[in-house]
């Protein structure tokens, strides 16, 4: 390893991003895809799991959807957005984005 790289490995390693964060990217990233309608909350807050693995971050997301949307689509877009704004900001790779949709709302 250059002393190039160990700078820089000490400089990732010298913070820590917390959770809410995290959470926040994540939230800020579903108001623009235009089919979700809320993070589905259980018990102790919002249902998002976040992970450190070797490979990236990863993070798993449950979602109310809006009715009338292809569900398909619709979760290829919300990965897209979330890994796309949490790099962008915690320039670390997000090695997965795993979506469980818990709920449709019809919405009149």
């Known amino acids: 390893m250059t ?3 160990k ?10 991003v ?3 964060v995290i959470s926040g990217l994540i939230k ?15 018990l102790w807050g919002e249902r998002i799991k976040i992970e450190y693995l070797p490979e990236g971050i990863g993070l798993s997301l ?3 959807i809006k009715e009338g949307n ?7 877009e919300t990965q897209k957005k979330v890994k796309q704004e949490v790099q962008r900001v915690l320039d ?12 449709i709302k019809h919405i009149s």
């Open 3 to 5: 002393d190039q790289q």
């Open 70 to 76: 292809a569900i398909p689509q619709l979760v290829e």
């Open 62 to 64: 449950q979602l109310i």
């Open 18 to 20: 917390d959770r809410k």
């Open 7 to 16: 700078e820089s490995q000490n400089k990732q390693e010298s913070y820590e």
């Open 92 to 103: 670390k790779p997000v090695a997965k984005i795993n979506i469980k949709i818990k709920g």
């Open 28 to 42: 800020k990233a579903l108001k623009e895809v235009e089919g979700i309608y809320a993070v589905k909350r259980g």
